[in-house]
């Protein structure tokens, strides 16, 4: 089993409420966020990248810090964790993303890896004049298909020629190459988005309901072994750990009562300008009707895991067993204190980390 951190380098990290904290992303604080989560034993963390957020009181990732300059930095200040930057496809050069990774993968050591966003919020990229078009909903995913051919032949022979249908490059170097194979993570929940990482990609995000994890683990496997492939599945989870379950219920019910409903109204009308079926912005949709445990829009539609820890360690190894997940990247609603407490009382009482 592996456990991650979804670092919270976007305004308010991942919960869509003034009852959680609010805040403005720093350095200093996904900085003291890392290297707690290494102090504690975690394996990863992995920064998003939202170039225009979705309003309402709280600002929610109205402000985000970019992704790759961060994880540069958090390479310099850390030592074992590995180290995940988001590529939003669209935004970057395939040439320009490989050099940014192998970078940071000298920076920190040969610990860099790279998650793929194909795009679905259409805004973030309008605003640039960037948007091809909504047939990239349809699309996106032959768009990512032909980016990560690029990206892996810059990586694995150092220089590259291709002509395709979204890119040309001609005799394209880059160098120096990165110091393994860079892995490959993407959250794609639609059929194509899940037959992309199968084909291409080393881990799967899964997201949406629980009662859709171990389906969703079953399908993703299965597409792997059909391509010959062995492909690791990760769990969203947002955590709400307290001394008692009773807290950690009260705690919830808070940021469920001082939900921010214009920011959730801004981000599923976005959503619903995506006509891929079956992907994240139907989760999101549908998130509406959730309930926390089943993964409410207040928590970004990700299933909300909460209690003590002993109740946590519990939870965490029945997931585990029902779903067959390789592991789990978690958010807090207060980072730095609740993965200390997640590393010191709940880790050790884990039946799934000791059976490994």
């Known amino acids: 089993m592996k456990f991650g951190v979804f670092l919270p380098n976007g305004s308010n990290g991942y919960i869509l409420s003034a009852g ?5 992303p720093t350095f200093e604080h996904n900085k003291a966020i890392s290297v707690e989560a290494e102090k504690q034993g975690l394996d990863f963390v992995l920064s998003m990248m939202k170039f225009r957020g979705f309003g309402g009181e709280t600002g929610f990732w109205d402000a985000c810090l970019e ?12 030592k074992t964790i590995e180290l995940f930057p988001s590529i939003a496809l669209l935004s970057q050069h395939p040439a320009v993303t490989a050099r940014m990774v192998a970078t940071i993968d000298d920076i920190s050591g040969g610990r860099c890896g790279l998650n793929i966003v194909t795009g679905w919020n259409a805004p973030e990229y309008k605003q640039m004049k960037l948007w091809p078009g909504d047939s990239h909903y349809e699309r996106r995913y032959e768009y990512a298909a032909e980016y990560l051919q ?7 022979e150092g220089r590259c020629t291709h002509k395709g249908e979204f890119f040309e490059l001609d005799d394209c170097a880059m160098y120096p190459s990165p110091s393994r194979e860079i892995p490959i993570v993407c959250a794609g929940q639609s059929p194509t988005g899940r037959q992309f990482v199968a084909d291409s990609g080393d881990y799967q995000f899964v997201t949406g309901p629980k009662t859709s994890v171990k389906p969703g683990v079953a399908d993703i ?8 492939r062995d492909v690791g599945v990760f769990a969203l989870m947002q955590m709400v750990i307290a001394d008692t379950d009773d807290e950690a219920v009260r705690m919830t019910e808070e940021i469920v009562r001082r939900a921010d409903v214009g920011a959730i109204t801004n981000m599923v009308s976005s959503a619903k300008m995506d006509t891929n079926k079956d992907g994240t912005s139907d989760a999101i949709k549908g998130a509406l009707e959730e309930s926390v445990e089943e993964g409410n829009m207040v928590f970004m539609a990700v299933p909300v895991i909460l209690g003590s820890p002993e109740t946590l360690a519990s939870k965490i190894d029945k997931v585990v067993a029902d779903t067959g997940i390789d592991g789990i990247c978690f958010s807090w609603p207060d980072f730095v204190p609740n993965i200390k407490q997640f590393g010191e009382e709940v880790i050790p009482r884990l039946q799934c980390m000791k059976a490994a």
């Not at 690029?150 to 694995?156: G, P």
Request: charge should be positive; glycine fraction near 10%; proline fraction near 3%.
């Open 221 to 228: 496997k299965r597409r792997a072994r059909e391509a010959g």
């Open 67 to 78: 992704s790759f300059t961060l994880m540069a930095g958090l390479a310099g200040v850390t």
């Open 150 to 156: 690029i990206l892996k032949a810059l990586w694995s």
């Open 20 to 24: 959680s904290p609010v805040y403005t």
